[in-house]
């Protein structure tokens, strides 16, 4: 069982940064392809970001790509997104997501394993 907790969400100026972390359990973290999505009121869960288990692929939103940027420590077991050029069509919960085989897909049914997300409110 693989275990997701987002932190680092919360309330933040147009054209400010955040950056959310997202601590996982288990000791193949290093394998997992992980991701980032979002879900704002009324709206169906969208990709942001996804990064392979050595962090040598990325891949990105055509509305995120050049504000935002995935990372992973494999050593603390966590990832990460640096979130810069905030805007308010940024707000939405965003939730982690482990993918237990690889590649760095976008589509949401591709990811095992979801965290409970957390909220990231930009206000204009």
């Known amino acids: 069982q693989v275990q997701l907790v987002e932190s680092g969400g919360g309330l933040v100026q147009a054209g400010g940064s955040l950056r959310l972390s997202c601590a996982t359990s288990g000791r193949t973290f290093s394998s997992y392809t992980m991701g980032w999505f979002r879900q704002a009121p009324g709206k169906e869960r969208e990709f942001v970001a996804a990064?392979?288990?050595?962090?040598?692929?990325?891949s990105y939103a055509d509305s995120v790509k050049g504000r935002f940027t995935i990372s992973r420590d494999n050593v603390k077991n966590t990832v990460y997104l640096q979130m810069n050029s905030l805007k308010s069509e940024d707000t939405a919960v965003y939730y982690c997501?482990?993918?237990?085989?690889?590649?760095?897909?976008?589509?949401?049914?591709?990811?095992?394993?979801w965290g409970q997300g957390t909220q990231v409110t930009v206000s204009s």
């Open positions: 990064i392979s288990w050595s962090g040598g692929r990325t």
């Open positions: 997501a482990a993918r237990l085989r690889g590649g760095v897909p976008q589509n949401i049914y591709e990811y095992d394993y």
